[in-house]
Structures are given as structure tokens and as C-alpha cells.
């Protein structure tokens, strides 16, 4: 075996830290003097911190008013499968669609519309909206599939 044989070691083990005068980083162990990140067991500054003035979110004022915890998401508006009667057979059914038969108003468009199961539907659609599991077997029982 030899020396040029042997296995390249690649990387090396980091300092340690405050291990006396043998270990290259004694006093102050690279943290510099003094000041916030010198201190022990503190990481980096939070991102709402502000130097030690008032933090900027309680320099906003309260956001008053009925209503101010509600839900950012759109709202899901529930279709029944057979207010889809109104369809021509092998017709396709999206959001545009139920918007021009006035089954949803115009302004749910951006809303999560899904069909869910309903009494009976009579005529065979192309379905391209989210739908139930019992939605899909009415669709399907009636000839039509979903896209």
C-alpha cells in the first residue's frame, strides 16, 4: 500500500469553537466583540424585527369592522346534477355554459363551482367541472362522461 493509493479525504471537520488556545479561535471564538450577534444562543434576526422600535405591524392601525376574519378563498358554489336537464343531449358543460342557462349567476365565475349528485338526469353531457362521486355515476348512468 501506498501513499498515493490512499483515499482522498475531501472535506475537513469544521473549527470547534471555544476549545482553548490550541484550537485557533479563543477568546471571542470569530463572533467578534460585543453587539447582538456576539451574544450566545441567538440566530439570526427575525424578520419582523426592527431594531428595537416599534415593530411595523404594530404601527398599523387595527383593521375594524364587521366581517375582517373572513375567508380569502373563493367561494364553492354547489350545482345539482339535474338543473343540468335543461342542456341539449351530447352538449358540453362548463362554466361558461351554466353561466349563459342562468344555473350560476356571472359574478360565482371565479368561484369553485362542482356538480353534486341530484334527483335524475335525462340527457347525455360532457362534463368538464369538478363533480361527486354520485355526480359522476348520474352523468355516466345517463349516457354522458366527464372531462
Known amino acids: 500500500m501506498n501513499i498515493s493509493n490512499l483515499k482522498k479525504i475531501v472535506s475537513r471537520p469544521g473549527k470547534r469553537l471555544g476549545q482553548g488556545h490550541g484550537s485557533g479561535r479563543v ?35 387595527f383593521l375594524r369592522g364587521k366581517g375582517r376574519n373572513q375567508s380569502m378563498q373563493a367561494d364553492k358554489v354547489a350545482v345539482p346534477v339535474d338543473a343540468l336537464n335543461v342542456f341539449a343531449a351530447k352538449s358540453t358543460v362548463d362554466v361558461a355554459a351554466l353561466i ?21 338526469l335525462t340527457v347525455a353531457l360532457t362534463v368538464k367541472l369538478p363533480v361527486t362521486t354520485g355526480a359522476r355515476e348520474l352523468i355516466e348512468k345517463a349516457g354522458g362522461n366527464v372531462a
Not at 471571542?28 to 424578520?47: E, S, V
Not at 349563459?100 to 335524475?120: F, P, T
Open 27 to 61: 477568546k471571542t471564538a470569530g463572533r467578534g466583540t460585543k453587539g447582538q450577534h456576539a451574544r450566545h444562543n441567538l440566530g439570526p434576526t427575525k424578520y419582523f424585527y426592527s431594531g428595537g422600535s416599534l415593530a411595523f405591524v404594530k404601527r398599523l392601525p
Open 100 to 120: 349563459e342557462k342562468n344555473i350560476i349567476k356571472a359574478s360565482e365565475k371565479g368561484s369553485r363551482i362542482k356538480l353534486v349528485g341530484g334527483k335524475e
